[in-house]
């Protein structure tokens, strides 16, 4: 009976060990396995110690110590940032209690890379990726491949292409928090998690791994959707506007119409970068009497639209013709260019590539005349105040949603309803005003009448100090306004030198975007 009392007393005690201990004639002992992928660097299935004391709570103390140090040190060898003899090494000074040189630098400058050894028979990582890209092969853009193929090397290679059946998803948190310790944005984080959850899961239908140690991993962003990425102010873009008018004469002497044009654009139409820098001459349309501007892949096998939806005519602001917009669409289609801005060559994200760069690159144009303007803010900056502009307009969502080219919110009016007219559209377009442009308003003045002391009332238009008399009784408009309304199809206006630093272009074959 005493035998009995003594084994259950024991049992007792030892079911309160904790984890990784154990308790050997009285004193405790360590004893750890080593993770099955770092078996071989290691040359040791385990780690045991004695803690030469018999006291508990010295003994758990040093158990803790040890724990933190040997996952610090796996967790460096996941990462590929110690050679072998490095991690025997510092294994050797961990087990005898030497003081631990600082790991975290090593960590950080070596390439985060999760090393599996265990090489059990199944798929790797990179054959799930190609067998994912070969089912999409079809269905991608162009621009599409390239974006994904980039990123699908980079998650590769800081995984270090593992076996599918060793990866856990305790390799994937640390990929996470390497790419947010370097410095990626929640977003970028998150699109790659997304991307590779997506080939996991595809493995996982395939049979080639069990479950997707990828799903759910996504950093949590608590900003709203406005917040993500800022509009330019109206200020900002006055700012552009005239470094823009003061820049144009070198912009054409460079042969680089875009420079100028591609802002503008933006500031009017809300249009994506890349969609307005692959627009062709035969881009540029009428449509029931109006100029339009229509975004579409055809015409040209290296064009592309993000969506469907993408796919739409924008009515062109009145401020772009004033400004002689489509007088530069008539030049460059007179000298028998396709394209709107020949200048530009269809870089790895489009025609749109090696201009980005130019306009909100560190050292680019924008950043040259917004000098405190912070990282993040581009050319995209210029959809975000279109957009808000037409919200506080009180334009209807639909609208909005069809001049932005979103997808439509609504089902019964995107199924079923048809497009607004172009006319809705250009109504709602015009409501956008930046006040760039000067008005032009009609003024009555008292002349006197020489050689009398009558005065006579006179009909004048002005635009700030430019002034020219009209007569109202030809019931038809001055040509001075028709000029400065559309000066492709009348010429330019005296009112132009109003617009400060305005540079005209020279002048060709009129009315020949209707041939």
């Given at each position: 009976m005493l035998h009995c009392e003594v084994s259950y007393v024991s049992a007792v005690f030892l079911s309160n060990i904790p984890v990784n201990m154990q308790l050997r004639n009285k004193r405790y002992h360590y004893r750890r396995r080593v993770p099955a992928n770092l078996v071989e660097l290691f040359n040791r299935k385990e780690i045991t110690k004695s803690l030469h004391t018999t006291e508990g709570r010295a003994a758990s103390r040093l158990k803790n110590k040890l724990d933190?140090?040997?996952?610090?040190?796996?967790?460096?060898?996941?990462?590929?940032?110690?050679?072998?003899?490095?991690?025997?090494?510092?294994?050797?000074?961990?087990?005898?209690?030497?003081p631990l040189p600082d790991l975290q630098e090593a960590t950080e400058t070596k390439i985060t890379t999760v090393k599996t050894r265990n090489k059990r028979a199944g798929k790797r990582l990179s054959e799930a990726v190609d067998a994912y890209c070969k089912e999409k092969e079809h269905s991608w853009t162009q621009k599409t491949k390239k974006e994904y193929s980039g990123i699908y090397d980079r998650i590769i290679k800081g995984l270090g292409d593992p076996w599918l059946n060793d990866l856990e998803r305790t390799d994937l948190v640390i990929y996470r928090d390497t790419l947010t310790r370097e410095g990626k944005s929640i977003k970028t984080v998150n699109k790659y998690l997304e991307i590779l959850s997506t080939v996991l899961k595809h493995a996982s239908r395939l049979k080639w791994i069990q479950g997707n140690p990828g799903e759910g991993l996504g950093l949590k962003d608590n900003r709203r959707p406005d917040e993500m990425r800022r509009a330019f102010t109206v200020k900002e873009i006055k700012t552009i506007f005239e470094a823009l008018q003061r820049d144009k004469k070198f912009f054409y002497e460079q042969g680089r119409h875009e420079r100028y044009w591609l802002p503008l654009l933006g500031i009017y139409?809300?249009?994506?970068?890349?969609?307005?820098?692959?627009?062709?001459?035969?881009?540029?349309?009428?449509?029931?009497?109006?100029?339009?501007?229509?975004?579409?892949?055809?015409?040209?096998?290296?064009?592309?639209?993000?969506?469907?939806?993408?796919?739409?005519?924008?009515?062109?602001?009145?401020?772009?013709?004033?400004?002689?917009?489509?007088?530069?669409?008539?030049?460059?289609?007179?000298?028998?260019?396709?394209?709107?801005?020949?200048?530009?060559?269809?870089?790895?994200?489009?025609?749109?590539?090696?201009?980005?760069?130019?306009?909100?690159?560190?050292?680019?144009?924008?950043?040259?005349?917004?000098?405190?303007?912070?990282?993040?803010?581009?050319?995209?900056?210029?959809?975000?105040?279109?957009?808000?502009?037409?919200?506080?307009?009180?334009?209807?969502?639909?609208?909005?949603?069809?001049?932005?080219?979103?997808?439509?919110?609504?089902?019964?009016?995107?199924?079923?309803?048809?497009?607004?007219?172009?006319?809705?559209?250009?109504?709602?377009?015009?409501?956008?005003?930046?006040?760039?442009?000067?008005?032009?308003?009609?003024?009555?003045?008292?002349?006197?009448?020489?050689?009398?002391?009558?005065?006579?009332?006179?009909?004048?238009?002005?635009?700030?100090?430019?002034?020219?008399?009209?007569?109202?009784?030809?019931?038809?408009?001055?040509?001075?306004?028709?000029?400065?309304?559309?000066?492709?199809?009348?010429?330019?206006?005296?009112?132009?030198?109003?617009?400060?630093?305005?540079?005209?272009?020279?002048?060709?074959?009129?009315?020949?975007?209707?041939?």
């Amino acid at each position: 009976m005493l035998h009995c009392e003594v084994s259950y007393v024991s049992a007792v005690f030892l079911s309160n060990i904790p984890v990784n201990m154990q308790l050997r004639n009285k004193r405790y002992h360590y004893r750890r396995r080593v993770p099955a992928n770092l078996v071989e660097l290691f040359n040791r299935k385990e780690i045991t110690k004695s803690l030469h004391t018999t006291e508990g709570r010295a003994a758990s103390r040093l158990k803790n110590k040890l724990d933190g140090e040997l996952e610090a040190l796996f967790q460096a060898c996941r990462f590929n940032a110690l050679s072998q003899d490095e991690a025997q090494q510092r294994l050797s000074l961990i087990l005898t209690g030497k003081p631990l040189p600082d790991l975290q630098e090593a960590t950080e400058t070596k390439i985060t890379t999760v090393k599996t050894r265990n090489k059990r028979a199944g798929k790797r990582l990179s054959e799930a990726v190609d067998a994912y890209c070969k089912e999409k092969e079809h269905s991608w853009t162009q621009k599409t491949k390239k974006e994904y193929s980039g990123i699908y090397d980079r998650i590769i290679k800081g995984l270090g292409d593992p076996w599918l059946n060793d990866l856990e998803r305790t390799d994937l948190v640390i990929y996470r928090d390497t790419l947010t310790r370097e410095g990626k944005s929640i977003k970028t984080v998150n699109k790659y998690l997304e991307i590779l959850s997506t080939v996991l899961k595809h493995a996982s239908r395939l049979k080639w791994i069990q479950g997707n140690p990828g799903e759910g991993l996504g950093l949590k962003d608590n900003r709203r959707p406005d917040e993500m990425r800022r509009a330019f102010t109206v200020k900002e873009i006055k700012t552009i506007f005239e470094a823009l008018q003061r820049d144009k004469k070198f912009f054409y002497e460079q042969g680089r119409h875009e420079r100028y044009w591609l802002p503008l654009l933006g500031i009017y139409t809300g249009g994506r970068v890349n969609e307005l820098a692959q627009l062709g001459i035969k881009d540029i349309i009428i449509e029931d009497g109006i100029p339009t501007i229509e975004i579409t892949e055809n015409g040209d096998d290296s064009k592309s639209v993000k969506t469907s939806n993408s796919r739409r005519k924008i009515p062109i602001h009145k401020d772009l013709l004033t400004l002689g917009f489509l007088v530069y669409v008539n030049n460059i289609k007179a000298q028998g260019n396709n394209m709107l801005f020949p200048a530009l060559i269809n870089g790895p994200n489009g025609y749109s590539h090696y201009f980005v760069k130019h306009f909100s690159g560190k050292a680019g144009w924008l950043r040259k005349q917004l000098k405190d303007l912070e990282k993040g803010v581009a050319f995209h900056s210029f959809r975000h105040i279109f957009i808000d502009i037409l919200k506080n307009a009180e334009i209807s969502e639909r609208l909005i949603e069809e001049i932005a080219g979103h997808r439509l919110t609504s089902m019964s009016l995107g199924r079923y309803g048809k497009p607004y007219k172009v006319d809705v559209r250009l109504k709602a377009i015009n409501k956008i005003d930046y006040g760039l442009i000067p008005k032009v308003k009609p003024e009555v003045r008292l002349v006197d009448i020489e050689g009398t002391d009558a005065v006579e009332e006179h009909d004048y238009l002005v635009c700030g100090k430019t002034s020219v008399r009209i007569i109202l009784e030809d019931k038809e408009q001055p040509l001075e306004l028709k000029q400065y309304k559309r000066p492709d199809l009348h010429g330019y206006s005296p009112f132009h030198k109003e617009i400060e630093g305005f540079v005209e272009d020279e002048l060709v074959a009129k009315d020949s975007l209707d041939e």
